[in-house]
């Protein structure tokens, strides 16, 4: 199983709404193994296809929580969102090197489709609602740095930008 490229800041595939809604079976589930070995290699908890160049809306999570293992979500969707807001760093594998403190409702649900195609609803906390959240930004062509402030976003981007020159 390949390992898949994963796209970076600047690819204009991370900035597009994921429009296709992948139908199960032995392609899509190809394609789930390779994004979860590809989220493996890079260290990462979760990866959304918009990161794999695709315009699929569709992620994987495993944030290694108690009870909470591997996930493939197809056409996840937040219905419900509260506890708060928490401030948590995060960082993405598609802005490998910075990371940033983002505000996020605490709690989520989440509803989608496994990858058998039913229907599935996560009642998610912590670092898998974070991580949720996150991902699903990812479809909408959202990334964590534009829930920053306007000046944090630019020193992060600049950052990155140093630390990514060949
Ligand atoms: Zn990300």
Redesign the pocket.
């Known amino acids: 199983m390949p390992v898949l490229k994963i796209e970076t800041l600047g690819a204009e595939v991370l900035r597009r709404r994921a429009e296709e809604v992948p139908a199960p079976g032995p392609e899509l589930d190809r394609l789930v193994q390779d994004m979860f070995e590809t989220m493996y290699d890079a260290r990462g908890i979760?990866l959304?296809a918009p990161?794999v160049g695709l315009g699929m809306r569709l992620i994987v999570v495993d944030v290694d929580e108690e009870g909470a293992g591997k996930l493939a979500l197809i056409d996840p969707r937040i219905v419900e969102s509260g506890g708060g807001t928490e401030r948590v760093e995060e960082g993405?594998?598609?802005?490998p090197g910075v990371t940033g403190s983002v505000d996020r409702p605490a709690t989520c649900v989440v509803e989608g489709l496994d990858t058998q195609g039913n229907p599935v609803r996560i009642d998610a906390d912590g670092m898998m609602a974070r991580c949720l959240q996150?991902?699903i930004?990812?479809l909408d062509g959202v990334?964590?740095i534009d829930r920053l402030s306007p000046i944090k976003r630019s020193m992060l981007v600049k950052k990155y930008r140093k630390l990514s020159k060949p």
């Open positions: 979760g959304a990161q993405c594998l598609s802005i996150h991902e930004d990812h990334l964590f």
